[in-house]
């Protein structure tokens, strides 16, 4: 990770998460950023922010950009990432909801200190199936999200591309590809596990 890296996120990006907020299914892709210090490595735990009293998890695959470009075609995406991450993106959904109503940006309230936990990297290509790559997230022990990258609206390859269009691609910044259904509150106390094809990657403590 360098200081510079950039954090892109996708929202919307399974039809089941998108309906279970009452959201529409988006036409493209819905992206925003997280600054660098959102980052929370080594299983460390996050500390309940005291500006909102509804936070959420939602469990995600994280890419790692491995190598700089723009306007990447789409035939090229594969060739810009080959690792992924288990990642939660924290959200004060009060806050977000608040400020969604009034059209305004939504960044204090996705992209607090802490608020995006990333696991070890893993290489794709020792996944059974980097195709279709199974995950799930517990909270205190109890399955809470469980996922499947073939179920994404937008691909990783269409995601690079897309993104590529806006912002250059450089080694070391991560994508957020978005939750699956079932997104939900943390209270302090809880734990969530996160694993990849059976894996474990992550844990995170709400403190
Ligand atoms: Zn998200």
């Not at 594969?78 to 959904?93: L, S």
């Not at 109503?101 to 607090?112: C, L, T, Y």
């Not at 997104?183 to 995170?204: F, H, M």
Request: aromatic fraction near 10%; include cysteine.
């Amino acid at each position: 990770m360098t200081s510079i890296m950039k954090i892109i996120c996708i929202g919307r990006n399974y039809v089941d998460h998108a309906k279970e907020l009452n959201n529409p299914v988006p036409k493209q892709p819905l992206v925003f950023m997280k600054p660098p210090s959102a980052i929370l490595v080594n299983n460390k735990p996050l500390y309940y922010p005291e500006f909102t009293e509804n936070l959420h998890y939602e469990a995600e695959m994280v890419l790692r950009i491995c190598r700089n470009g723009r306007h990447v075609q789409q035939e090229f995406a594969p060739k810009y990432y080959e690792q992924i991450a288990f990642g939660i993106d924290f959200t004060a959904r009060d806050v977000q909801s608040r400020l969604k109503e009034k059209g305004h940006p939504w960044e204090i309230a996705k992209g607090f200190d802490g608020s995006a936990p990333i696991s070890e990297f893993i290489n794709l290509d020792r996944l059974l199936n980097p195709k279709a790559i199974e995950f799930q997230l517990t909270k205190n022990g109890e399955v809470v999200q469980s996922g499947n990258t073939k179920d994404l609206i937008f691909s990783f390859d269409t995601l690079i591309c897309h993104v590529s269009k806006y912002f250059k691609l450089q080694v070391g910044d991560y994508i957020y590809t978005g939750t699956p259904a079932g997104v939900g509150p943390v209270k302090v106390g809880d734990v969530l596990e996160g694993s990849i094809e059976g894996k474990a990657l992550l844990s995170c403590e709400i403190k």
